[in-house]
């Protein structure tokens, strides 16, 4: 099964909705779970107040950008 960290290897950039159908799991329970990262700094959100946010793993972006 996929987890986020995952997710987060795969996809530079994605959303909770990404995160509910590739896990199965609700819109809620998604949610929580990338609120809980997000607390935990292992996800970030590009722009926190838009609509459809965006959410990253920092760490993951900067190995792939040859900054870690």
Not at 52 to 57: F, P, Q
């Amino acid at each position: 099964p996929i987890s986020v960290v995952d997710l987060a290897v795969a996809h530079p950039t994605f959303t909770v909705r990404h995160v509910e159908q590739a896990l199965g799991v609700s819109y809620g329970r998604a949610n929580k779970v990338v609120g809980q990262l997000v607390e935990l700094g292992v996800l970030a959100f590009i722009d926190p107040e838009a609509y459809k946010r965006r959410v990253y793993a920092p760490r993951v972006h900067d190995v792939i950008l040859g900054r870690g």
